[in-house]
């Protein structure tokens, strides 16, 4: 009985410090059109897929890799919406058409081999990745070609890992990777 008290008192101060961040945007203060969200901690790295903060891109729905993963485990489509090994070492992703980012450039292939170019020189390089020789090129606007230095039968499901979200041409800066532009962390 007293756990529950003190779980529910808790939560109770959790809602009412959450509710004081978004005073500001009601009040008319604040970044009209952007989302805000509480996270029950801030993002280690400024939000840099190729880092632990991915896993945040990817449950707050604002980032998606080509495939993703079933209650079972067994790759389903994301972005790619269907893939075939053409040989020991190399696979073709056809892309799904009519997806836009969010500062609404189009997605192509070209957007998903440029994505994982850079993720593959990244450092550290994202474990999905490591020791694979991963290497993507377009073929068109819907076709991907995934090759790698050795035979990978799982690549499907490597390319599920939230380190390899495709983002927007815009997010990528020089050496570094910025989803979402210059993140501020605010305490409640």
Not at 86 to 108: A, Y
Not at 132 to 155: F, R, W
Request: one cysteine or more; aromatic letters at 6%; proline letters at 8%.
């Amino acid at each position: 009985m007293i756990r529950k008290l003190r779980g529910a008192v808790l939560l109770l101060a959790v809602a009412m410090l959450a509710t004081g961040c978004f005073a500001g945007a009601a009040s008319g203060g604040g970044d009209i059109g952007r989302l805000r969200a509480v996270l029950s901690f801030p993002p280690s790295r400024a939000l840099s897929p190729w880092s632990d903060d991915a896993f945040l891109l990817t449950r707050l729905g604002v980032a998606e890799p080509l495939v993703e993963l079933d209650a079972g485990g067994a790759p389903v489509p994301g972005l790619a919406e269907s893939w075939t090994r053409v040989n020991e070492t190399t696979w073709r992703f056809r892309l799904r058409g009519g997806v836009k980012f969010h500062d609404g450039t189009v997605f192509t292939a070209q957007h998903a081999a440029t994505s994982l170019t850079k993720a593959t020189a990244a450092s550290p390089v994202p474990r999905a990745l490591k020791g694979l020789g991963l290497t993507a090129a377009a073929e068109g606007d819907h076709d991907l070609v995934v090759t790698t230095g050795k035979p990978d039968p799982t690549l499907p499901q490597r390319l599920s890992s939230p380190n390899l979200v495709i983002l927007a041409p815009s997010a990528y800066r020089a050496d570094k990777v910025d989803p979402v532009g210059p993140v501020r962390v605010r305490s409640c």
